[in-house]
């Protein structure tokens, strides 16, 4: 069974930076796609930024230029370095990911989300 842990959230001040991590853990399996979401209290849950494989990526309008996904895939971990961090980036981040399990197919795969507060 393939499992997606997220880390690296926190508290931090605004114009601060982050870096989350999105592990995928398991057997026989291959990452793709990968996308954070972020979750702000009393919204939808939106794309922030998404990788294809081997890596094209693309941003949410408000995160470009401050906000960097990377993957590497001998780890099966994909980052989101979130820098120039503002209040309006706060909620509740998570990595979803389609991944192609040997003799299964492709999924359809959600962490549990990390907290981030960005605030003075």
């Known amino acids: 069974q393939v499992q997606l842990v997220e880390s690296g959230g926190g508290l931090v001040q605004p114009g601060g930076s982050l870096r989350l991590s999105c592990t995928a853990s398991g057997s026989d399996f291959v990452v793709n796609t990968v996308g954070w979401y972020r979750q702000a209290p009393g919204n939808q849950r939106e794309l922030v930024a998404i990788?294809?494989?081997?890596?094209?990526?693309d941003y949410a309008d408000d995160v470009k230029g401050r906000f960097a996904i990377s993957r590497d895939d001998a780890k099966n971990t994909v980052y989101l370095q979130m820098n120039s961090l503002k209040p309006e980036d706060t909620g509740v981040y998570y990595c979803n990911a389609d991944i192609q399990v040997t003799g299964r197919g492709v999924s359809d795969y959600w962490g549990q989300g990390t907290q981030v507060t960005v605030s003075s």
């Open positions: 990788i294809t494989r081997p890596g094209p990526a």
